[in-house]
């Protein structure tokens, strides 16, 4: 069966600092893959997707980046992080095409002082 | 571009009263609709998805019906219990321009009282 991990569970960074979240599937070849952040109490802003190795769209301008090395690992970046990146950051991954159910990784809770 | 407009944004229940929660799209090209539930802190995780070739689809306590024409969806949940309070979310998909996203709608905060 699919499983997804998506690391670490809670971090809490400085303004300015850099950021490293990494998110991995396993069980399934060629996921698309999917970052969220979601706002406390609020709904799943879609950040990136990528639907094949070294394939990001950006969905929204921001100071994160997104790559993805390997066929199942999706990776999200930033050099300097703002005060407003604070949230909850969710990973998702779906099957190849279209009609696919999206699955989330347990998110993390990203806060910035 | 695709949007999903999802009503109420909360609602408060009985215990063993019934939920419904809708949604309406505006791309009459979705044919994919995933309902997830989000508790406090958690992920969200699908509870129940309908294709366009389906009118109404039911697991368990759950419903969820789809009227294309209309371009809306609704999820039902009957004989509600505690535990079915959290955040519920309807989805719509592929989005006209790009076949592996979804639009996601705004949510419901779900309140069931014992």
């Known amino acids: 069966s699919q499983t997804i991990h998506q690391w670490p569970a809670t971090l809490v960074q400085p303004v300015g600092s850099p950021l490293s979240l990494e998110c991995t599937v396993e069980g399934t070849s060629n996921p698309n893959l999917y970052w969220y952040r979601q706002a406390a109490g609020r709904g799943l802003q879609l950040l990136f997707y990528?639907?094949?190795?070294?394939?990001i769209s950006s969905e929204v301008p921001q100071n994160l980046s997104a790559s993805r090395p390997q066929d199942r690992q999706f990776i999200l970046s930033s050099k300097k992080l703002l005060l407003s990146d604070s949230g909850f950051y969710l990973c998702?991954?779906?099957?190849?095409?279209?009609?696919?159910?999206?699955?989330f990784g347990d998110g993390t809770r990203l806060s910035i002082l | 571009g695709e949007n999903v407009e999802q009503h109420p944004s909360t609602l408060s229940v009985q215990e063993g009263d019934s939920a419904v929660i809708k949604c309406t799209y505006s791309d009459s090209a979705s044919n994919y609709f995933p309902w997830y539930k989000q508790e406090l802190g958690k992920r969200p995780q699908l509870i129940i998805d309908?294709?366009?070739?389906?009118g109404e689809k039911k697991d368990q306590r759950i419903a969820v019906t789809l009227n294309k024409t209309a371009k809306h969806f609704s999820l039902h949940i009957t004989e509600t219990q505690p535990e079915d309070s959290a955040v519920y979310f309807c989805?719509?998909?592929?989005?006209?321009?790009?076949?592996?996203?979804?639009?996601f709608g705004t949510g419901t905060r779900l309140q069931v009282f014992p």
């Open positions: 998702a991954w779906s099957g190849d095409g279209g009609n696919q159910p999206q699955h």
């Open positions: 990528s639907v094949g190795i070294g394939q």
């Open positions: 309908i294709r366009s070739n389906v």
């Open positions: 989805a719509a998909g592929p989005a006209l321009y790009n076949t592996d996203k979804l639009i």
